[in-house]
């Protein structure tokens, strides 16, 4: 099967999403979350929704490090993320 070339590259991608929440486990909304490549220094960046919830799609595979911020929290990091095509990966933050 031959698919178009848009649909072929989604294929060689992954996503990180999670949730950002505080010490009480409540949601942390509008915390800026940003995925940067240990590798090639690609950035992706979005904000926590009224969930907490975030979706940061369509990465090329490598090895991430997360770093979600708000304004009264510690900045919360997370490195060696590794996301490889098709996959998901959940990185859930508590920020104190």
Request: charged residues 10%; proline residues 5%; glycine residues 10%.
């Amino acid at each position: 099967m031959v698919l178009p070339f848009g649909a072929q590259a989604q294929l060689l991608q992954g996503t990180i999403d999670g949730n950002g929440t505080d010490s009480s486990q409540a949601a942390v909304i509008g915390a800026t979350v940003v995925a940067k490549s240990q590798g090639t220094n690609f950035v992706r960046q979005t904000t926590t929704n009224a969930a907490g919830a975030y979706d940061l799609p369509g990465l090329p595979p490598d090895t991430y490090s997360i770093t979600v911020t708000t304004p009264g929290f510690q900045n919360y990091v997370q490195t060696g993320v590794s996301v490889t095509a098709n996959t998901i990966r959940r990185v859930n933050a508590t920020l104190v």
